[in-house]
């Protein structure tokens, strides 16, 4: 069996995008300098963008984690370097890894809060090229590739679908939910053109836990990935209380887009819900229904058929160190779970993957086994084995 994680990332390597803007775009793209205390830091739209220590801490015992930016140098090669990457991934036993960009955020947040609204559609578009051509295209057979998209802008959003579509992408990662990020919800018609965009060009939409920058805590200053950036969160709630309800972003995602109407009028949509875990899907499907049953009567909610079956249909997802979730397997659907190794991240159990999901599927039936660590990844994002 081959190991296919659908959520890793890759930490950008400088030239990113001083090597792909157009030239009169390159001094003010992002770029990276040197800050006071030696740190090494992405400059973009007059802001400051450090590398959180905690995205990059692959190699690193628990005790040396730390929230502080980081420098290159303070790197294992494989957080930016594709080669170094595949050898880490044989060394863990993985065989696939599908990536997400780091200095944008997980679905180009920082880009889209940028005031050249054309830079940042330049710039989403210069880090799919980099992700398709020199990531990808160093082990095709070892990467999923994934794109951005100009969300902001939904006829952009739609072109760029189309165009990485045709030049390889496996999939689109996409904001959780738009209203944190004031954009039109779910509920509105605003998204048809990408719903159907995604349908035609059979790409599944991974739904990655923050990547709307919300952020839950409780907290004064703990409600944006904004303030991941500048300690926000230190002074106020511990950020082991965010950490540990990520996946409820996620939960609510799902509740969102169920009682939206989208996915009854889009047969196609697959939705990715990415470094949520999946132990609270359960619960969801059974509360989703219960709500469902006494309260369709009197809201604009579908009369006919319950959401757990969409739900079924329409959601995968996605685990690195979930063992109830594995408990429970049968009540999300086999064919609905993937595996999740988020190499270089603090939750990263690298190098130990292999051995780690071997201990947690000890009492698993193989054929089972197989599908969430292989064949369910391969078949959602089109990408057999060569």
Request: charged content about 25%; overall charge negative; some cysteine.
């Amino acid at each position: 069996m081959h190991i296919v994680s659908v959520d890793d990332h890759l930490i950008e390597h400088p030239r990113v995008w001083t090597e792909r803007l157009p030239e009169k775009y390159r001094e003010i793209g992002p770029q990276i300098v040197e800050i006071e205390g030696g740190h090494q830091v992405w400059k973009y739209d007059g802001k400051i963008f450090p590398y959180i220590g905690l995205n990059a801490v692959a190699g690193k015992e628990p005790k040396d984690y730390g929230m502080e930016p980081v420098r290159y140098d303070q790197m294992i090669p494989g957080c930016y370097d594709p080669k170094a990457r595949v050898a880490d991934m044989d060394v863990d036993g993985v065989q696939v890894a599908c990536c997400y960009p780091s200095m944008p955020g997980f679905a180009g947040g920082a880009l889209a809060r940028a005031d050249d609204k054309e830079l940042a559609r330049l710039c989403i578009a210069a880090w799919n090229d980099f992700n398709l051509e020199e990531w990808y295209g160093f082990a095709p057979d070892r990467f999923i590739p994934l794109a951005m998209v100009p969300y902001w802008n939904v006829d952009e959003t739609v072109a760029e679908i189309h165009r990485v579509a045709a030049a390889g992408a496996k999939g689109i990662t996409f904001p959780e939910s738009p209203v944190p990020l004031k954009l039109p919800s779910f509920h509105t018609d605003h998204w048809e053109p990408v719903w159907n965009a995604l349908e035609e060009t059979n790409l599944p939409i991974s739904l990655h836990f923050g990547s709307s920058s919300f952020v839950p805590s409780f907290g004064l200053a703990g409600m944006s990935t904004d303030n991941l950036a500048d300690g926000g969160l230190q002074d106020n709630a511990p950020f082991a209380v965010a950490i540990s309800l990520f996946a409820t972003n996620l939960m609510w995602t799902v509740s969102d887009l169920l009682f939206s109407g989208v996915l009854q009028k889009h047969p196609g949509l697959k939705f990715v819900l990415a470094e949520g875990g999946i132990g609270w899907m359960p619960y969801i499907r059974e509360r989703i229904d219960y709500t469902w049953e006494r309260h369709r009567w009197y809201q604009k909610i579908d009369f006919d058929q319950r959401p757990s079956e969409l739900m079924d249909k329409h959601f995968w997802g996605c685990f690195i160190d979930d063992q109830f979730g594995v408990k429970v397997r049968n009540l999300i659907g086999i064919d609905r779970i993937t595996c999740e190794v988020d190499y270089p991240h603090s939750d990263s159990l690298w190098p130990n993957s292999r051995k780690h999901y071997t201990e947690i599927f000890h009492d698993v039936p193989d054929e089972e086994v197989h599908k969430i660590v292989e064949l369910n990844a391969r078949e959602l994002y089109n990408f057999p084995r060569t």
